[in-house]
């Protein structure tokens, strides 16, 4: 009996908290009409038959920095916008499961603020924000789960970062869904279910901010913020096709948002943006940076941001695989249509040859310095309600040969064997200097081993954890959808291992049609503005403004 009551006390808990987030979505006005009762497998087009032609006009034809600009000159109304943003965002809501809570009356209250200041200020001012739920919030009865049962209803402030935001004139009216531990490259939990992807509701829009992903992914907001430990901010942006940045740890402050284990300093996570919009990227580092957060959160390298350009034709290595894992068919041809690319436009393309750098020796060790507990402290929070694990939590924590327990010695071993990992992986790229060639500038390989995976089938990071282990700046980009028709099935297929294995067996075209595809550039640590220079090089090539 004492178990029934223990089940039924989570299970309240959780209801409390969706009904708070329903309690903001009732506020919507005008309520939305015409969802249809079965929702479709893409969620791309339900706005155009549910939202206002003015509320589409809003939040599709403007970029981040050009609806900055007509705010600024007060063209728009920042109401107008922020209310556009809040109904597509409860769309997003019924389409995606994508929300934690609708700052309804905050953000219109912030709004009419705004609108009435005598001149517009701030780098941001009028631009609706959304934002990961567990780093908290600006504002009164401020509540954060971080997607743990027993943090129902625990109170919570906000964060550095926010409040620089904040300081620059943004709205913040959205927050979006984490899974289980916040450990996930899917989005599931048991306070507020499964997210899932706005291309195709069978497959998921990544984690650990797929509630961001799929909000940004079908435009309930254009500019939202993630965190990334192990891919968080890049798998999702590359499952729904929009831009997402992990800058080098440290650079900007996670200083005030709620995660177990708070103090572990083996692996650093770091907030990033996620955008519809290329130069928002470099817009909000900017802006971030500018603020000299490090006079108030010492543990930042105090570091300007400093816009990179390049002089010489970008030399690019090409990572084809990591040499544990294959790609899908449409990932291959992503890269072989974007290194053609650059190499019409004149840049030097060189192979990065992963199968003698260990990618799987890096997977062993980063597991490892995820949980130096053992996954003691959320394996116990879960246990406080008696909250059920999930399988990808188990997948994580308990079926990694790496996750244990470790005394201070085993530890010490772990994060000395870290640092000799990234001393050999800098001076494999050091080496592309030698004979008196020119070093290579950026490497430019896949998110993922594919496109977005169906539900419960995250079960590789390799291709974003690897530059989490390394703290290698990353940006991801779209490039290309999922066609039928060039992506077939490889008939000479052979598993390289059990992983592989796994992984090409859950890819057939008719799965995925239209599913974005997205490609990775990566820098070495510290070399962020260079990163996202080499960005825009890239786009150029392939044809972009």
Partial sequence: MGDVQQLKSWEDRASSARARRDAGLAKVEPKLEGIPDVLPLSSQDLPKSILTSREIEITEKY???????????????????????????????????CLTELLWDEAITRAKHLDSLPEPKGAFFGLPISTKEHHGMIGDNVTTTASF???????????????????????????????????????????????????????TPGGSSGGESALVGIRGSLLGVGGDIGGSVRCPSAHVGIYGFKPTAKRISVFGQRAPMAGKETILSTPGPMTVDRDALELFMKV?????????????????????????????????????????????????????????AGFEVVDWNCETLGHDEAWNIISGLYWPDGGEEVLGLMKETGEPVLPLTKFIIEEQPSVKNMTVHELWDLCARRDAYRARYAKAWTDTAANGEREVDVILCPPSFGAAAPHEQSRYWGYTSQWNLLDYPAVVFPVTTVDPTKDLQDPNYVPKNDQDRFVYEMYSPDKYINAPVSLQIVGRRQYDEKVLAALVEIERAMGRS
């Avoid at 971030?288 to 030399?315: G, M, Q």
């Avoid at 294959?326 to 190499?343: I, K, S, W």
Wanted: proline share 5%; net charge positive; with cysteine.
């Fill in 63 to 97: 970029s981040v920095t050009e609806l900055l600009k007509i705010l600024r000159e007060r063209k728009i109304s920042v109401e107008e916008v922020t209310r556009a943003f809040l109904r597509r965002a409860a769309l997003a809501q019924v389409a995606t499961n």
């Fill in 149 to 203: 049962i027993t943090w129902v209803d625990k109170d919570h402030g906000s964060n550095l970062l926010y409040d620089i935001l904040y300081n620059e004139g943004c709205v913040f009216f959205a927050r979006t869904t984490q899974p289980q531990t916040i450990m996930h490259l899917e989005t599931s939990s048991n306070v507020y279910g499964r997210t899932v992807n706005p291309y195709n509701r069978d497959l």
């Fill in 288 to 344: 971030a940076i500018a603020a000299e957060p490090w006079r108030i959160d010492p543990s930042l390298t105090a570091k300007e941001w400093k816009p990179y350009h390049f002089t010489k034709p970008l030399k690019i290595a090409v990572q084809w695989w990591d040499g544990v894992v294959q790609l899908h068919p449409p990932m291959r041809r992503a890269l072989e249509e974007v290194v053609a690319a650059c190499r019409k």
